[in-house]
């Protein structure tokens, strides 16, 4: 369920971790220039001649701390449901009736505050470069989940867990997927697939490791096991190191912070551009995507809690999480290759599909009276889970184009904080006033379906605007050959004059 970026990290804007593209050899120098026009003039060579990336190398090691970076953030959170068990049984003693409400709370806030910090996280990598941003925050999200390990009570977590541990991990994730974009161009989709498929692994395998320590050593203990794997994230961020500066570059060192400079201190507008919500079918995207998003946590924190109430009997029930990880590794493998088949925006109706999937999954989740049937279900969720992920970032650049796509991506993850944090809470307070689950996987499956419906729409309207576009253009080109028509005839009319008035 990690939405990829990958690919719009490509054309993201360089900086800090981004050394500037190598001068050609025949080039002189900007010598004759004074230290503000050569500052400028050098960043301006920046911006238009980035550094071809190497496709390979060092990039090997970078993509495989970005897959480490992807399965420890998303592995965790979507094995929330075995840690979601254990947190009712370990605080689960003082306000019983509401415990499922107020746990549900730590495990959507710590998944909310991964979105919603990525817009923020995008601008400090612009700042100060993925390595540092990378580091920084894999730091905080060790310290974030090792005082959760000392805490007494479940209001702590809110802080420790979901706030602070997730913040470090939005900052340690954000430079993971811009990295890869500095590194890889022509091989950049089999990167991107080998990263996203980081999250898939660890979703498998989580649930029985953590279901293994927290039976021997407990929650607490079990929670300090997790921050070893922050604690590698921490190391891996020291990969993302810039790609290796030229004599040329190093000659321009100061035309490099003086443009380093002017970004930190240039209007918001730099870093936030809201005028990519005038395009329509994108503001469209942007509400639809959220809508859909209300009901689809909730089956990643509740899930198995249901099938410890319903499936008692059963040994393994973190199988239902192992079978959603595995197709969802699955679906985004043969979706993303679909989806380089299908043309421009009608992408949007496999994202149609999956929402409709995935909702009418979320209803069935209920009517499985039968283990295996619930496995079934699972398998089904996890694939079109997958589909909905791996085109996100083409959609996007077919909506508002390489050039601000990195900033629709950010600003579509921080809209989908909303929904993911407060429809599990939702669910557990279905659960405690009625003593069942059944009503709120019902609920859950109804905003798919309505944010899928939603969806449906952006084709015609994309289609629709670039109708406008092209009257607009043709009529602005038929007026310009008018123009032209116009100036040739009078200047043709004022030769033959002058030379009317020679002869006479």
Request: glycine letters at 10%; aromatic letters at 12%; hydrophobic letters at 45%.
């Amino acid at each position: 369920m990690v939405p990829s970026q990958e690919e719009p990290a490509a054309v993201q804007g360089t900086s800090e971790e981004q050394p500037p593209g190598p001068v050609p050899m025949g080039e002189a120098p900007l010598s004759d220039a004074g230290p503000s026009e050569g500052s400028e003039a050098a960043a301006e060579k920046v911006e238009v001649e980035p550094r071809e990336p190497p496709e390979g190398g060092w990039g090997w090691l970078v993509m495989l701390a970005a897959m480490w970076c992807n399965g420890s953030v998303f592995g965790i959170q979507n094995a929330c449901g075995v840690l979601f068990v254990s947190m009712l049984k370990t605080f689960g003693s003082k306000d019983g009736d509401k415990m499922v409400f107020k746990t549900a709370w730590v495990s959507s806030l710590s998944m909310g505050m991964i979105f919603f910090c990525c817009p923020i996280a995008s601008v400090f990598t612009d700042i100060f470069g993925c390595r540092k941003t990378a580091v920084m925050g894999a730091a905080v999200g060790f310290v974030g989940l090792m005082s959760s390990s000392f805490v007494s009570s479940i209001e702590p977590l809110y802080l420790t867990y979901g706030i602070i541990f997730a913040c470090g991990c939005s900052f340690a994730y954000q430079p993971s997927l811009v990295i890869l974009g500095h590194y890889f161009k022509k091989r950049l989709g089999l990167v991107n697939g080998i990263v996203t498929a980081g999250s898939s692994v660890f979703t498998i395998l989580l649930p029985l490791l953590l279901r293994v320590l927290i039976g021997s050593v407990g929650l607490s203990n079990t929670l300090r096991v997790l921050c070893i794997f922050m604690f590698v994230l921490f190391l891996a961020g020291f990969t993302y190191r810039p790609l290796a500066s030229s004599a040329k570059d190093k000659e321009s060192k100061s035309s490099r912070f003086s443009l380093f400079s002017r970004r930190k201190f240039s209007p918001p507008k730099k870093f936030f551009n809201f005028g990519i919500f005038k395009v329509t079918a994108y503001a469209v995207w942007a509400v639809g995507i959220p809508l859909a998003l209300f009901g689809y946590f909730v089956p990643y924190v509740h899930l198995l809690k249901h099938v410890n109430e319903r499936f008692q009997d059963e040994n393994h029930k973190e199988v239902v999480l192992m079978c959603i990880g595995i197709t969802s590794g699955v679906g985004r493998l043969l979706f993303g290759r679909i989806a380089d088949y299908v043309p421009g925006v009608k992408k949007v109706y496999l994202q149609v599909l999956s929402f409709f999937f995935i909702g009418l999954m979320s209803m069935m989740i209920p009517l499985c009276s039968v283990f295996g049937a619930l496995i079934a279900v699972c398998l089904v969720m996890g694939l079109f889970d997958g589909c909905f992920i791996s085109i996100m970032a083409p959609i996007a650049f077919e909506l508002v184009g390489a050039q601000d796509v990195s900033q629709a991506i950010g600003f579509l993850l921080g809209f989908m904080s909303i929904p993911m944090t407060v429809g599990p809470p939702i669910a557990g307070l279905l659960r405690d006033k009625l003593d069942s689950y059944d009503v709120a996987f019902y609920l859950a499956g109804i905003p798919p379906l309505v944010g899928g419906t939603v969806l449906c729409f952006i084709p015609w309207i994309h289609s629709k605007k670039q109708r406008e576009i092209s009257k607009t253009t043709g009529g602005e080109k038929m007026e310009k050959m008018l123009d032209n028509q116009n100036s040739l005839l009078s200047s043709s009319s004022g030769i033959f004059k002058k030379e009317s008035d020679s002869i006479i």
